[in-house]
């Protein structure tokens, strides 16, 4: 995973695959530039920069201690700019001016990213993310060292986004056990952005029931990528629709997001929230900061290229 997350040149613009006859939204970023060939198939080009952290969540750890909730799949963020982005995500911000503890404080809070008041006063409630640069990790956490709680909630990483079951309409796995914090993602917008996340490329006809409606039943419900025998490994998208049952034999691996996020709503209201959780499978607007939300709304195409683009419609099912 890089060190920093600079999404600098990031774009959501509708795009027309003229092979399946859906807009589908595109990304162009650092990492790579989302392209539409003339036969209406997508690939990505491959930059230099791999300033990326979009595959990433951050979760909090245990309160007064030095460690992740979960240590075999958390990992405490070792990394600045890292913390300064998980700030965002939690909907709180670094610390101005302190952001960086001085040395004098480093055995008094945990080791890396970690979330505290903001100030010392004890009126005052409202949370900001420091930074702890400690070398080593600190006398007060060390296992048999007798001590008093360090003071803080450490601030952690982990996978943003997961492979499900394969073969089946579910089952996101991490290290290889089902995991209740994820689901399959069933927004189409969003399984296109998962997928040039993870640098995988889009499937031609990435809405598979466009021109066969029976492709339904036989593909995993949602964004999946193509595992079956023979299949190009590309991702797609199998839309649910209403009043009609789930893939009875699905043949694909399904992609899955993190669908419970850290969220800090003011004063001391602090953890692992549920708000948003709906959105984070069937809409984008949760999936990034608001700060990162704004710069891809930036493009680099043309007025008249986006002018075109944005009046493109997908043709109804």
Same mark, same amino acid.
């Given at each position: 995973?890089?060190? #920093? ?8 613009? +509708? ?11 595109? +990304? ?14 997508? /690939? ?12 990433? @969540?951050? *979760? ?36 101005? %001016?302190?952001?960086? &503890? ?7 809070? *945990?080791? !890396? ?19 702890? $640069? ?9 296992? %048999? ?8 909630? *450490?601030?952690?990483? +982990? ?20 995991? =209740?914090?994820? /689901? ?10 998962? =997928? &040039? ?11 598979? @029931?466009?021109? @066969? =409606? ?7 419900? !949602? ?6 025998? !023979? /299949? ?6 199998? $839309? $649910? ?5 789930? *893939? ?16 800090? #709503?003011?004063? %001391?209201?602090? %953890? ?21 939300? =704004? ?20 043709? $109804?099912?």
């Amino acid at each position: 995973m890089a060190p #920093s997350f600079y999404l600098s040149v990031l774009v959501f613009t +509708r795009l027309f695959s003229h092979a399946s006859g859906v807009a589908v939204v595109m +990304r162009s970023e650092e990492k790579g530039q989302a392209f539409v060939e003339a036969d209406g198939s997508v /690939g990505i080009r491959e930059s230099e920069s791999n300033g990326d952290m979009c595959d990433v @969540d951050y *979760p909090l750890g245990n309160e007064s201690t030095c460690d992740c909730v979960d240590t075999t799949h958390h990992s405490i963020i070792l990394d600045e700019e890292m913390c300064k982005e998980a700030a965002k995500e939690a909907g709180l911000h670094a610390a101005e %001016g302190k952001f960086m &503890i001085h040395s004098a404080w480093f055995d008094k809070h *945990p080791k !890396g990213c970690f979330k505290d008041k903001c100030t010392s006063d004890a009126s005052d409630q409202s949370q900001c993310y420091f930074y702890n $640069p400690a070398t080593s990790r600190q006398t007060k956490c060390v296992t %048999g060292v007798h001590r008093d709680s360090v003071t803080g909630v *450490p601030v952690c990483k +982990r996978d943003r986004f997961v492979k499900g079951t394969p073969d089946t309409n579910g089952g996101c796995l991490v290290g290889g056990t089902v995991h =209740a914090d994820y /689901g399959v993602i069933m927004d189409e917008d969003h399984c296109v952005e998962t =997928a &040039i996340c993870m640098g995988d490329a889009l499937g031609e006809e990435f809405r598979v @029931d466009v021109l @066969d =409606a029976s492709l339904h039943d036989t593909h995993p419900l !949602g964004c999946y990528i193509d595992t079956k025998e !023979g /299949g190009d490994g590309k991702v797609r998208y199998n $839309p $649910p629709h209403e009043n009609v049952v789930a *893939p009875r034999f699905p043949k694909g691996t399904p992609l899955c997001n993190v669908t419970v996020r850290t969220w800090i #709503s003011g004063g %001391g209201a602090t %953890g692992s929230s549920t708000v948003g959780v709906e959105a984070r499978t069937t809409n984008t607007s949760q999936l990034f900061s608001a700060e990162t939300r =704004a710069k891809m709304l930036s493009t680099t195409f043309s007025a008249e290229t986006r002018a075109k683009m944005l009046s493109t419609t997908p043709n $109804p099912l």
